[in-house]
């Protein structure tokens, strides 16, 4: 007994010992490697893990879903290679609960904590046996996790069961798994997920298509992701097919609305492939979430995570399916390998969703949609600060979702256009299908996408570009194409008869408006539009009561503006229900401009915060506080 607790004791001190001295040598390494064979702007600034000295290559998840605790508990096996002859291998955490680490086999590994990092987190550093090749670490998440999103059964449409969901992009995959959460590194992942009574879970993988009476459920992603991909959710759900390779879960009283709104998506994946190549994730499904979600769209591989405000009855917010559909091929296939370099991922979507969208609608469908991506990207960059005014953006120190801006969507949209317009469609097309295929299951950052472009591209024409102006400048260079809608600049008129005329004399102009044509007439509303103007709207076509969520979104943010107090009692169902962040950022930030509407918002915000995602309440917290 005494030699055991001796053997013991002089072990643990032997391992510590070394553990820190192993770790000083790693640093040492890392400035070394960082020094010669590593390209420096390949680093990534938002990840305390050593994932380029030893590389997880694949995750096994074996977690029970406990709803009384809002817990994750369980364990995660990762496998890895080593690039370097380090014995610690470093992983990133936040909020999370380690129990303890084992080598695979059952041999107890030594590990320990770093110092906890607001923006990043705590590394955990696991002290590696020479033979070992596994490292299996048991865990369970913590009320703080920020990727999980816990709902009671009353914040769902069925009301009789609860539900959750992850959200793992930007940084957040660590709150849930600890794990190399670098978008540099791409792995394989399996799942073993236990779940309550009459519950389904889905993920970023292979997925069911029934709920099972066992309770426990098992999943495959056989294609290598980044870890900010991970997703599960885990509610009362249904499956309907689309099409073989499409199909729709949500909440059984949602399923049949879903699938109806969403009936476009077998011919969105037909469009995509036909413009740049075979999609490479097999199946393609949406599952449709409760309110809270704070994104319009999460473009998780295999089942994109949608907010449930796209179901409008009308179809007319597809345009979002597309989006997060072209991320198969940009930012799932070709990922950025730094935050810093968000803008391959987004600003290529954009440009693809548009295609898509005009392959299916025409080409004056997707000019309304460019336009208004034109006016968020002058009206974002009116009050954004230069420096995040570049495609190139340097994060360190800052949140990475902070690069979520309409510079990484539309400026990037807009100079790969302004690419398209000088070289000829055809040129681009082949262009962009090499550039995919020759990326695939890759993760870039800029210079690679520039060297690339100058290779393939440029360097065969006889233009000149200015490239570099695009990338590293703040504002808009002047060969920035412009975009005409002939349907836009009828709504315009519009805006201007009606405030001569009234609103009774749009009934029969109106009819066949789109969705679109609304927004941008409700935006184009002179700023000296009174409150008997909008009764005189709303009485006619009902504004404060559409059923489209983008619509209501503008139309409040008028409201707010003009004082238009009958669409207040409205507005606060509005907020309360809907987490999305880009409905709830800019209503609340116009509500806090005037000392009577942030009284009232903040009351509102007391009822609401409890619906919203960590992602919009913290953005929330900011503006009322
Ligand atoms: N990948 C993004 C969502 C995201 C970005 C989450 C950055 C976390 C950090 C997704 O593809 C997206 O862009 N969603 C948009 C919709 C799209 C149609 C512009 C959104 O949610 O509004
Ligand atoms: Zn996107």
Redesign the pocket.
């Known amino acids: 007994m005494k030699f055991y607790y001796l053997a013991f004791v002089f072990l643990l001190f032997f391992s510590l010992t070394s553990c820190f001295q192993e770790d000083n040598k790693s640093d040492n390494e890392t400035i070394n490697l960082n020094n010669s064979t590593k390209n420096s702007s390949a680093t990534d600034s938002h990840t305390l893990s050593n994932y380029q000295d030893v590389t997880i290559t694949n995750s096994h998840l074996n977690l029970k879903v406990d709803f009384e605790n809002k817990i994750l508990k369980g364990f995660v096996t990762h496998d890895f290679i080593k690039k370097t002859d380090t014995n610690i291998l470093v992983l990133d955490s936040k909020y999370l609960e380690i129990d303890s680490v084992t080598d695979g086999k059952g041999n107890k590994l030594n590990y320990e904590l770093g110092k906890f990092d607001e923006l990043l987190g705590t590394a955990v550093k696991i002290q590696l046996l020479e033979v070992s090749k596994k490292v299996t670490l048991f865990y369970n998440t913590t009320a703080k996790s920020e990727a999980l999103d816990w709902l009671l059964p009353n914040q769902t449409a069925g009301k009789a069961f609860p539900f959750m969901y992850t959200q793992g992009?930007?940084i957040f995959t660590r709150s849930w798994i600890p794990i190399q959460d670098s978008p540099g590194l791409r792995i394989t992942y399996s799942a073993h997920i236990q779940t309550p009574e009459n519950m389904m879970a889905v993920m970023s993988a292979a997925n069911p298509q029934k709920i099972v009476d066992l309770n426990s459920y098992n999943f495959e992603m056989k294609q290598p992701i980044p870890p900010y991909l991970i997703a599960l959710a885990v509610g009362n759900l249904a499956f309907k097919p689309v099409d073989e390779r499409t199909g729709v879960y949500a909440e059984p009283t949602m399923i049949e609305d879903c699938a109806n709104e969403l009936v476009d998506m077998g011919k969105m994946v037909d469009a995509a492939e036909k413009l740049y190549g075979n999609y490479d994730w097999d199946r393609y499904d949406v599952i449709v979430l409760p309110p809270s979600f704070p994104?319009?769209?999460?473009?998780n591989p295999r089942l994109t995570f949608a907010t449930p405000t796209i179901i409008a009855g009308d179809r007319s917010l597809v345009?979002?399916i597309a989006?997060?559909l072209a991320?198969s091929w940009s930012?799932n296939l070709v990922t950025n390998a730094t935050w810093n370099d968000f803008w391959l991922?987004?600003g290529f979507?954009?440009y693809f969703e548009r295609r898509i969208m005009e392959s299916l609608y025409g080409r004056d469908y997707s000019e309304m949609l460019a336009l208004l991506g034109y006016q968020d990207l002058t009206e974002e960059i009116s009050h954004l600060e230069p420096t995040m005014q570049r495609l190139k953006l340097n994060m360190v120190g800052l949140h990475p979702?902070d690069a979520?801006t309409d510079i990484a969507?539309e400026k990037g949209y807009f100079f790969l256009r302004m690419l398209e317009e000088k070289v000829g469609r055809e040129k681009m097309d082949t262009f962009l299908k090499n550039y995919f295929n020759d990326h695939k299951f890759k993760t870039i950052v800029t210079k690679d996408f520039e060297t690339y472009l100058n290779e393939n591209l440029l360097n065969a024409s006889n233009a000149t570009f200015n490239i570099q102006d695009w990338i590293y400048e703040s504002g808009l260079p002047e060969n920035c194409p412009k975009v005409i809608s002939k349907r836009f600049e009828d709504a315009e008129n519009l805006a201007t008869e009606f405030i001569e005329k009234g609103a009774n004399s749009l009934k029969l102009k109106t009819v066949n408006w789109s969705t679109h044509e609304w927004l941008h007439f409700i935006k184009h509303l002179p700023k000296e539009v009174t409150i008997t103007q909008l009764t005189d709207l709303d009485r006619n076509f009902n504004l404060s009561n559409s059923g489209n969520s983008e619509i209501l979104a503008v139309w409040f943010l008028q409201c707010i503006k003009t004082d238009y107090q009958p669409a207040f009692e409205n507005l606060e169902k509005f907020l309360i229900k809907i987490g999305r962040r880009?409905f709830l950022q800019p209503l609340y930030t116009e509500l806090s401009k005037n000392s009577d509407h942030k009284l009232w918002a903040k009351g509102v915000y007391q009822k609401a915060r409890n619906n919203y995602h960590y992602v919009s309440y913290n953005t929330i917290d900011e503006i009322l506080n």
């Open positions: 992009q930007s994104f319009g769209g999460m473009e345009a979002l989006h997060e991320h930012g991922n987004e979507t954009v979702d979520m969507y880009k």
